[in-house]
């Protein structure tokens, strides 16, 4: 199959191509469970033969294992066909191994602590550390990573890191476009709020937004969207499926935003996956094809950890998606009613 690409050239300087689904490559930086190097690499294969070439990495993921196992796989391809992007925020450090970031979260990972740093000399640091893990001479978008109080705890917390960030790394970033280092810049958030409020005060060209505009969630419609689509802001969907639950349905254990889901979730998204039931379409197809029917979206990234969930993900790229299934989940208070469905693209 082929993977439908999008144009975005916010600038007017030849612009990226992104295909419609990314490889979001947490994933392979052992979320969760540790993947062996053989899984990894099939996965990464069967998403490059389905015409995959965007892939979104992050020095978080895996304490640079993400990184470095992506430089394997993409080493022999010719860098003019795929879109990279990685980001800017977090510093890794070299300490004890029982001194390390992330247990529980990351399984069979690099011995290092995470230190936020939002300035200029550390997101020029940064970009040169994941030039080195990534083993490329670039990569075409860099995003300011976890700008949110999901990440930082409180709103003061984030307000002192939204500042630093504005006087330093958003300097920094802005250089490196003028420069031709890389294509664009934004932010990757779990927050619209935050993205919204950087839009108003810089000038980013892409964010990277997870589980803000999904089936189960289109707040983000009320005033970020729209400012992306006025500016030509490209945005790229993370968590289509809420952590899961989009994925595998209300069944017990769901995850939603990273935590089991609660029970008005769950039925909520019981309602949802029965009038996709009506119409003949698996839930998680839906959930994939919702995002990108927003003029504004340009990519949607679900994550994969193993050959089933990407061949699933594919599966759900070439779903055909009945205009009536949106009409009912509107009709029936499911979707909010100014939600694009089509005939934006």
């Not at 927050?191 to 505009?213: H, K």
């Not at 927003?294 to 193993?306: E, L």
Request: overall charge negative.
């Amino acid at each position: 199959m082929t993977i439908d690409t999008r144009a975005w050239d916010r600038l007017g300087n030849g612009g990226l191509t992104f295909t419609e689904m990314g490889f979001g490559s947490a994933p392979i930086g052992n979320l969760y469970r540790a993947v062996l190097d053989a899984e990894v690499d099939a996965l990464l294969q069967i998403a490059w033969d389905n015409g995959l070439r965007y892939y979104d990495t992050a020095p978080l993921y895996g304490l640079g294992l993400s990184e470095t196992r992506l430089n394997r796989f993409l080493r022999d391809k010719p860098r003019d066909e795929y879109v990279l992007s990685t980001k800017v925020g977090r510093l890794l450090k070299a300490c004890p191994p029982d001194q390390r970031d992330g247990f529980g979260k990351w399984f069979d990972v690099p011995a290092r602590k995470e230190v936020y740093d939002y300035g200029y000399d550390a997101t020029m640091r940064s970009l040169e550390f994941s030039l080195e893990r990534l083993g490329v001479d670039r990569v075409d978008i860099l995003y300011g990573h976890d700008l949110d109080i999901f990440n930082h705890g409180s709103q003061d917390v984030l307000d002192a890191k939204l500042a630093e960030f504005m006087d330093g790394g958003h300097k920094a970033l802005v250089e490196l476009r003028e420069q031709g280092v890389i294509k664009a810049f934004g932010t990757g958030v779990n927050e619209w709020q935050s993205a919204q409020w950087v839009a108003e005060r810089g000038d980013p060209d892409i964010f990277l937004l997870a589980g803000r505009y999904t089936l189960l969630e289109q707040e983000a419609l009320e005033s970020f969207l729209p400012l992306c689509t006025e500016r030509g802001i490209g945005v790229v969907i993370g968590g289509a499926y809420n952590s899961g639950i989009l994925a595998t349905g209300p069944r017990p254990g769901a995850y939603y935003n990273y935590d089991p889901a609660p029970q008005e979730i769950l039925d909520r998204v019981g309602r949802i996956q029965s009038v996709c039931v009506d119409h003949g379409v698996r839930l998680v197809d839906a959930a994939y094809r919702f995002p990108l029917l927003h003029p504004a979206v340009v990519s949607v990234i679900p994550g994969g950890q193993g050959v089933a969930e990407m061949n699933s993900n594919l599966q759900a790229a070439r779903a055909q998606i009945p205009a009536a299934l949106w009409d009912d989940l509107k009709a029936q208070g499911l979707m909010r009613s100014d939600a694009p469905t089509g005939g934006e693209h």
